[in-house]
Each structure stands twice: as structure tokens, then as C-alpha cells.
């Protein structure tokens, strides 16, 4: 019997948010997750923002393999994904909740559907029925929170609801909210895109089994990812004053590159970064955030994790309910870390820190995947595709990057990869670097800069003292480096197999 696949992914996730691993958060279905299947602890993303990290899940490819390098471009519609290979095989294939492969902007000669004025054409989207990058089937939305970008399936439901007044929910020009309000979103909580994900996962689950087919189906929840703002109660679930909030230290930046000291200035000036009228995302002053507001920010931020906890949880009851649960495999996971005040930083950006860069990373495949167990070894997103295309006996008809992990999901295997790899670019040659991190130490470099960071994350987990200019480490960074070079030569692709002599 071929297994089914259920990707679960959220949106910036901090990796420590888990409540089976921090007692601060209340997480209690990724717990039930954690208990019934296997942790693993060092997992990573492939870029720390949306559309490369999420392009290189359903391609198995690097951003500089696929493409879509940046935000604000797009995934091309040649590229091979994993859900033609499942589709190729008999299996039904849909994703619910967010996509971003596509810009907020269209082009003549880069088309999106994920833009404006396409976005908010609801009849264009209640008719669409076309395959989406591998997904036969589906249902999209691409607001955060209160974001005017809402439109597409998700304000159909809300009409479909009876939420007749669903724009005064979301900021101008959609809507008529007040851009001024934080934290507590005055949406009532049964027409939040939570509950929204949540049903219509559970409605193709249950077509599945009606029909007795094979699936690979993604849930993709917006949140925890910023604005900052969830219904209540889950905006007071947590108590601000109890939580620990991360620290800066102060002077931590005087060995990193300039840019990281620049963010803790009032007004830094920034522009030398920029080559395309579009901006550097985190590329701003990160200074001047109060201890109390980074207490509420963070007390909102859990307060959103608990909430997706909720509607994952009904997934996986319904999987239950239809008896489905033996026979597929669950992949919790998100597509990049957070910063919540950790380095004095907050959001995202050229930051390659472990808050930003690691992710959670749940699998559960019951009696093959073992159950109760955290695993050290490394994980990368680009891994997700061979991994579960050989997990359900299917072979690509194209080549991937990733690495095969279905032995070490399995436990029969220590570890497939010793290193991964992190790619992040947000101008044709400026904001331009890559990080390679082993199990010891972590190394970024930078396109034509003399700069750069190495730390040791056994002795400085933290991250707190930047080796790179250190004398006594010059032997050790000239090592890493090496293999640094080595590993990006190893994640070259062979387009085709070697087929003759000449
Ligand atoms: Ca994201």
C-alpha cells in the first residue's frame, strides 16, 4: 500500500516553539506529534524568506538552482516540482492555505496570479482550475494577518461564511481597519484563515477516503508570521511578564559585518545596499523597541503558534477519524526561523543566525518512523522532496539537490548530509550570501566582500563572538572554508546521467 503525505507547514516559526521542548509555549497537538513521531533538532531552511525557501520545497532545488533567488520573484512554471512526480503516479495532489511562488506584481513577461488586481478577482479564482506548480487542486490566500493582499479562496470562504463585512478586518485599500491596531484582531476567530486551512484540509481528506485515493497534500498556515495580531483570547494567552524574552548584548555586532551594527543605529543609511528599486527586507533600524513591547510582541507571536496548534490538531483528529493516520506520513515543519529581539533583531533579513535559519521539524509515520524520538541529524528543506517521493516509492523523472533522508526518518541510517547550506540574495550582486553550517561551525560569506562570520556553535551557541578575524582560528576558518567550496560543488546538479564514452 503506497503511503499518503500530509506536509503541515507554518510561516516563520522560531524553532524553539514547541511546547514539548519549551515549557514557556502551549503546543498541545505538535506535542502529540513529537510523542508519535521523530524531532529533529537540526533542521534547516535553504533561505530564510518565503518564495525561495517554499520553491525549494516542492523542487528539491536550491534558490540558485530553481530561480526565484528573492522575494518579489517567481518560481518559473518550466521548473520541475515533486507533485507532477506524485500527480505522474495516480496520487491527488492539493495545497491549501499559502503558496507564494508567485509576486505580488505582474509583469508581461513574468506573469503572477499571486498579484494584484488577478489576487482580488474572486471570480477568476471560484473558476480556476488549474494544475499550480504540481497541485492539481488549490485553495490560496496571501495575507498575513490583516494585510490588504487578502482576496482569492480565502475571501470566497469568508462570503461563503456569511462573513459579509469581512474588509473591515483588513487594512486600506482592501478594508477599512485601522492600520494602528496591534495584537488583538478583531476578526471573529470562526472566520480567521486558521479555521479556513483547517476545514478545507479536513473536506480533502475526507474525498480521498470516500474515493480510496493516494494523496500528497499540503496545509500551509500563515501565521506565526508578522503583523503581530491574532483574535482573541489567544492575543492574552500568554502572560508577557512571564515569558523570557531574548537579549541583546550590548558591543555583540563590533565583529560582525557592518550591517548588523548598522540596525542598531536611530537613522542608518543603508542606501549603499540597494541596486533594484526594491528594498533589502531587515535592512532598517531594529533599534528602539521597547522591553515591554517586545514582551507583548512575543506573548502575540506564541499566542498565534498556539492557535495554528488548534486547527493542526483537527487535521490530524480527522485523519483519526477516517482511520487514515497508520497510513500517512505527517511532515511538520516551516519555511524559516523568526527573530523576536534575539541579536537585537527582529523579523528577518541578511541575518543568518540560528533563529532565523533553523527550523521545528516534526515527522510522524507510525511503525516506521520511530516514535518519542529527537534526532541530531542535519535536515534541509531541499531534502523534503526525494525524501518523500522515496518514502512513497516514486522516482523523480528529474534530478534534486536534496538528499534522500528516508533512512534516517526510518532510524535505520546515522545521517545522510554533515553540513547544509543557506543561500540568501536580495539584489543582483549586492545582499548577496551564503552560510555552510557542520555540526561544529557555522560560515557565511559574502559576494566580493572581504568580510564575513565563522562561529563555533559548540562553544558559542549562542553566536555571541564572530571567529572570522581571529588569528588563533585562521587554520580553522581556511578548513571550513575548504569544505565550504567542496559542498557547493557537491550540490551541483547532473541535469542528465553520463550516457556514452564521448
Ligand atoms: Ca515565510
Redesign the pocket.
Known amino acids: 500500500m503506497k503511503p499518503n503525505i500530509l506536509l503541515i507547514t507554518t510561516?516563520?516559526q522560531h524553532w524553539n516553539t514547541i511546547g514539548a521542548f519549551n515549557q514557556e509555549i502551549h503546543t498541545p497537538n505538535l506535542d502529540r506529534l513529537v510523542r508519535e513521531g521523530t524531532a529533529f533538532d537540526r533542521a534547516y531552511c535553504p533561505n530564510p524568506?518565503?518564495t525561495p525557501?517554499?520553491a525549494s520545497i516542492i523542487t528539491g532545488k536550491y534558490p540558485s538552482q530553481h530561480g526565484a533567488w528573492s522575494i518579489g520573484t517567481k518560481l518559473s512554471e518550466e521548473e520541475h516540482t515533486i507533485g507532477e512526480d506524485f500527480m505522474r503516479e495516480g496520487y491527488k495532489t492539493a495545497l491549501i492555505g499559502k503558496a507564494?511562488f508567485q509576486p505580488l506584481q505582474s509583469t508581461e513577461e513574468h506573469r503572477s496570479l499571486e498579484a494584484y488586481p488577478i489576487l482580488q478577482n474572486l471570480d477568476f479564482w471560484k473558476a480556476f482550475n488549474d494544475v499550480f506548480y504540481g497541485f492539481e487542486e488549490v485553495e490560496l490566500a496571501r495575507n498575513h494577518t490583516n494585510e490588504a493582499h487578502v482576496g482569492q479562496h480565502y475571501a470566497l470562504w469568508m462570503e461563503e461564511k456569511g462573513c459579509a463585512n469581512w474588509r473591515d478586518f483588513f487594512v486600506p485599500p482592501t478594508g477599512n481597519m485601522d492600520r494602528s491596531k496591534r495584537y488583538k484582531w478583531a476578526i471573529p476567530e470562526k472566520y480567521h484563515y486558521n479555521p479556513w486551512i483547517g476545514e478545507r484540509t479536513c473536506a480533502k481528506l475526507n474525498k480521498y477516503h470516500e474515493n480510496g485515493d493516494n494523496f500528497f497534500l499540503w496545509a500551509s498556515f500563515f501565521d506565526p508570521?508578522p503583523p503581530y495580531l491574532v483574535p482573541e483570547p489567544w492575543d492574552e494567552m500568554y502572560d508577557p511578564d512571564g515569558l523570557t524574552v531574548p537579549k541583546y548584548v550590548p558591543g555583540e555586532h563590533k565583529k560582525n559585518p557592518p550591517h548588523f551594527q548598522m540596525t542598531q543605529e536611530t537613522n542608518p543609511d543603508f542606501s549603499m545596499y540597494k541596486e533594484t528599486p526594491y528594498g533589502n527586507i531587515g535592512f532598517h533600524s531594529h533599534a528602539g523597541v521597547s522591553e515591554q513591547a517586545k514582551r507583548k510582541n512575543m506573548a502575540v507571536y506564541y499566542g498565534m503558534i498556539s492557535m495554528v496548534d488548534k486547527y493542526v490538531g483537527k487535521i490530524l483528529d480527522r485523519l483519526d477519524e477516517l482511520g487514515l493516520t497508520e497510513n500517512t506520513i505527517v511532515v511538520f515543519t516551516?519555511?524559516?526561523g523568526h527573530l523576536f529581539g534575539q541579536h537585537g533583531l527582529h523579523d528577518k533579513g541578511g541575518f543568518h543566525y540560528e533563529d532565523l535559519l533553523k527550523l521545528p521539524f516534526v515527522v510522524r509515520f507510525p511503525g516506521i518512523v520511530p516514535a518519542g524520538r529527537v534526532s541530531h541529524a542535519m535536515q534541509s528543506l531541499v531534502d523534503l522532496g526525494p525524501t518523500l517521493l522515496q518514502l512513497a516509492g516514486i522516482r523523480s523523472s528529474h534530478p534534486m539537490a536534496g538528499k534522500d533522508q528516508s533512512g534516517v526518518w526510518k532510524g535505520t541510517e546515522k545521517q545522510v548530509r554533515d553540513h547544509v547550506i543557506c543561500e540568501y540574495r536580495n539584489q543582483p550582486t549586492k545582499v548577496h550570501q551564503k552560510t555552510y553550517i557542520d555540526e561544529r561551525y557555522k560560515l557565511t560569506v559574502y559576494y566580493n566582500q572581504g568580510y564575513g562570520e565563522l562561529f563555533d556553535l559548540c562553544n558559542d551557541p549562542h553566536e555571541l563572538c564572530n571567529l572570522w578575524d581571529d588569528e588563533d582560528y585562521k587554520d580553522t576558518k581556511a578548513n571550513v572554508m575548504m569544505k565550504y567550496v567542496w559542498a557547493e560543488l557537491g550540490k551541483e546538479i547532473l541535469p542528465m546521467p553520463r550516457i556514452a564514452g564521448a
Request: aromatic share 0%; hydrophobic share 0%.
Open positions: 510561516d516563520q524568506t518565503c525557501s517554499r507564494h508570521h516551516t519555511d524559516h
